[in-house]
């Protein structure tokens, strides 16, 4: 076997996820979902089998519920992992969610399909 250089094997790139579930939103308008944290928790156990380092938000445990500003820090730090030498981060949420017509239509599909959005739990109904 051919002797191993320590200063050209290549080193092991990290590979991060973000799972998102949310099951119930704060606003009363926006209806219960049943399933979202056991999904995301067996996404989360299939991802980490692969390999990956996860950060699952599933508010289960006594934990909140995923917040839009609990979510957005921790995209920004799977994002930093990448930038420091990472592969892009998967992200993976499970929630309700959807498309917002005539919004910013050149961003996502040059057919104008609309702006895919997700709903953190502190969504509101309001807002759509």
Do not use: N
């Amino acid at each position: 076997p051919q002797p191993v250089d320590p200063w050209t094997q290549a080193l092991p790139v990290v590979r991060t996820a973000v799972v998102i579930s949310v099951d119930c939103y704060d606003d009363r308008a926006i209806p219960p979902l049943v399933h979202c944290a056991r999904d995301a928790q067996q996404v989360a156990y299939t991802l980490r089998g692969m390999g990956y380092c996860v950060r699952l938000l599933d508010g289960q445990g006594g934990a909140p519920a995923p917040t839009r500003l609990q979510i957005l820090k921790e995209v920004a730090c799977a994002r930093d992992t990448a930038c420091a030498g990472g592969a892009p981060p998967l992200l993976y949420f499970c929630g309700r969610g959807g498309v917002l017509q005539g919004q910013y239509p050149d961003i996502c599909s040059p057919e104008g399909a609309g702006t895919p959005f997700i709903m953190p739990a502190d969504a509101r109904s309001s807002a759509l």
